[in-house]
């Protein structure tokens, strides 16, 4: 069974600070998603990493693979208010998707 | 917002009643998802199906069933609700060609009193 591990699960930062997210998993996976959503909100794609070794970057976030360690990190640049939000790690299996239980981010002034 | 609805957004119901959600999509994508949402628990996939009349079960799929007539709606039902299925229940489908993306409806908050 495929098993996604968020950490922290909560994190509160301040405005202009970096941190990372990370996330692991149990078992082998051909690809891994990061997802955001807002309070009371639908979930909103960020980022699909396909390969060992991939990084992909919009503005402030920047997500990375490595698959050998089974790990996704999901690292914050100078945080600003609008960041946030849950972040959901997700993993495939098959055509199936497992969750992390996500990361409740709170980025205070 | 890959065209995905869901119907009602809100509903409050008695144990023991029986409850039906329904997803919508206007793409003609063949997968579409119903996951449920707690707290602690990140998204757990309920069922899925893979086509017209094609489903299969998910994590948490007990007290749960599922039926898909026509390529663009996915309807989910609580043939008996219980209080254990209060939930923010979310619709997704996945997109060929992106990956398999999935991408979410505005979700359903069911209340089971």
């Known amino acids: 069974e495929l098993k996604v591990e968020q950490n922290p699960l909560f994190l509160s930062m301040q405005e202009g600070k970096n941190y990372t997210i990370y996330c692991n998993y149990s078992?082998?996976?051909?690809?891994l998603y990061w997802y955001r959503q807002d309070p009371g909100k639908s979930l909103e794609s960020l980022f699909v990493l396909l390969s060992n070794g991939a990084v992909k970057q919009e503005g402030r976030l920047m997500a990375s693979l490595d698959t050998k360690a089974r790990l996704s990190t999901l690292h914050i640049t100078a945080a600003v208010h609008d960041l946030s939000a849950t972040y959901f790690c997700v993993v495939t299996s098959g055509s199936r998707l497992t969750f992390g239980e996500g990361t409740q981010l709170t980025v205070n002034p | 917002d890959a065209g995905i609805t869901q119907s009602p957004r809100h509903k409050v119901t008695e144990t023991g009643t029986p409850v039906t959600l329904r997803c919508h999509q206007t793409e003609n994508h063949r997968y579409m998802y119903w996951y449920r949402q707690d707290p602690g628990h990140g998204l757990r996939l309920i069922h899925y199906?893979?086509?017209?009349?094609?489903?299969d079960k998910g994590e948490v799929s007990d007290g749960y069933s599922v039926s898909r007539s026509k390529t663009e709606d996915f309807l989910l039902t609580l043939e008996s609700a219980t209080s254990s299925q209060t939930s923010v229940y979310f619709c997704?489908?996945?997109?060929?060609?992106?990956?398999?993306?999935?991408?979410f409806g505005p979700g359903t908050r069911l209340t089971v009193l």
């Open positions: 997704a489908i996945s997109v060929a060609g992106t990956y398999n993306e999935q991408f």
């Open positions: 199906s893979y086509g017209v009349k094609d489903t």
């Open positions: 078992t082998t996976s051909d690809r």
